[in-house]
């Protein structure tokens, strides 16, 4: 009985860090102008600020309304992007670019 009880416990407690590393990381939102491309990394201009944002194989990048690559983007394009941040690192999930 004792068993089944701390079999329990412990599943309680790693479905509880489970749920608690999933809301770790929020959904951020930026839209600006591509002002600079380093590797993985995409460096946006928006009004106030700039945010650099690392990019990874899930990224989804769409130029002009159509399926592209983060290397198809340029410096000077306008895009809409939604990452996901963990502390103070922001992944990209998705990247919508205009050609200028």
Do not use: R, W, Y
């Not at 009880?5 to 600006?32: H, R, W």
């Not at 194989?57 to 895009?79: C, E, M, W």
Request: hydrophobic residues 45%.
């Amino acid at each position: 009985m004792s068993k089944l009880v701390v079999g329990l416990l412990m599943g309680l407690a790693l479905a509880i860090f489970a749920t608690a590393v999933a809301v770790a990381a929020e959904e951020v939102k930026c839209e600006g102008t591509i002002a600079k491309i380093d590797g993985a990394n995409v460096t946006v201009k928006a009004a106030a600020e700039s945010h650099t944002m690392a990019t990874d194989a899930k990224t989804k990048v769409t130029l002009d309304g159509s399926a592209a690559k983060v290397t198809d983007l340029k410096v000077g394009q306008k895009v809409k992007a939604t990452c996901s941040k963990d502390g103070t690192k922001l992944t990209c999930v998705s990247i919508e670019a205009t050609s200028s």
